[in-house]
């Protein structure tokens, strides 16, 4: 007797719209049954918030996807997706993104005002490395603590929304790694000469 065919698995069922509405239900009744008030009204909250997140996305895309493409740069309604913070940040939260990582990080540090550059990526530990591209070194601008702060923030607000697989931020000065500024040693002039208007006399060994 032949061996049967292996069956082909069944890919996943779509969630239906209403199955979910009705299982979004169900567990409110299940937290709110048990007595504790503030858990089933942080549970309606939490639902709430969650509905009003992903209903600003999908508003977010009907818009992008509504505006003409620009056929002068070539791009299509999906780079204009790509390019909406609140939209990349949908997808990339359920492993939806088209890019890879180091796509998805260029993109985000281009969204920063002040420039930095990547040192490293940890996939492992979600650390990323950057290094400040400015002359002041720390952030940018007047090079102040309080800039390097207010960049550091614009970073870490950018990947989240681009990259939440960064979950650590280490920022470089541009100045570790610049190498220290040469002194010049000049010789003692010859007795006889004069330096800035002064004789140097020459002295007995």
């Known amino acids: 007797m032949s061996a049967a065919a292996p069956s082909a698995v069944a890919p996943p069922r779509a969630l239906d719209a209403v199955e979910a509405g009705q299982r979004v239900e169900e567990l409110l009744d299940r937290l709110t049954a048990v007595g504790d008030q503030e858990v089933g009204a942080a549970a309606e909250d939490l639902v709430r918030v969650l509905m009003d997140f992903y209903g600003a996305g999908l508003a977010r895309i009907v818009d992008r ?31 939806l993104h088209p890019e890879d990582i180091g796509t998805r ?26 290094r400040s591209s400015s002359e002041a070194g720390d952030g940018g601008g007047c090079g102040c603590p309080s800039t390097g702060a207010a960049t550091r923030r614009s970073v870490e607000d950018a990947l ?25 040693i000049a010789t003692r002039p010859p007795a006889g000469t004069s330096v800035a208007g002064q004789a ?6």
């Open 160 to 184: 989240a929304c681009f990259v939440p697989e960064v979950n650590q931020v280490e920022m470089e000065s541009s100045t570790t790694d610049r190498e220290p500024p040469l002194l010049q």
């Open 200 to 205: 140097v006399e020459a002295k007995a060994p």
């Open 65 to 95: 996807l509504s505006t003409p493409a620009d056929h002068g740069t070539g791009s299509g309604p999906l780079a204009a997706l790509l390019d909406d913070e609140l939209v990349s940040s949908l997808l990339a939260l359920h492993d």
């Open 105 to 130: 990080i260029a993109r985000a540090l281009d969204s920063v005002r002040d420039p930095v550059e990547v040192v490293g990526f940890d996939e492992e530990t979600g650390t990323l490395r950057l």
